[in-house]
């Protein structure tokens, strides 16, 4: 055995590895998880409210001395 056939088996050894946790902690699809609850949708209001004007920040420098 080289080394090239080496690395070659212990990353096919990792590749399953990682393969085996993805499945365990991410299924794929639908598979493991569960069913999504059916959607209610509310009324919306019919009038929006305007928001108020916010409030001053500090003073306002219109002109700036030389």
């Known amino acids: 055995m080289n080394s090239q056939s080496i690395a070659g088996l212990l990353g096919a050894i990792v ?6 946790v993805a499945i365990a902690y991410g299924p794929i699809g639908q598979y493991g998880k569960p069913a999504k609850p059916a959607s209610v949708q509310q009324a919306a209001p019919a009038v929006q409210q305007v928001p108020a004007a916010p409030a001053p920040r500090g003073p306002v420098i219109r002109e700036v001395p030389n």
């Open 15 to 20: 590749a399953s590895i990682v393969m085996v």
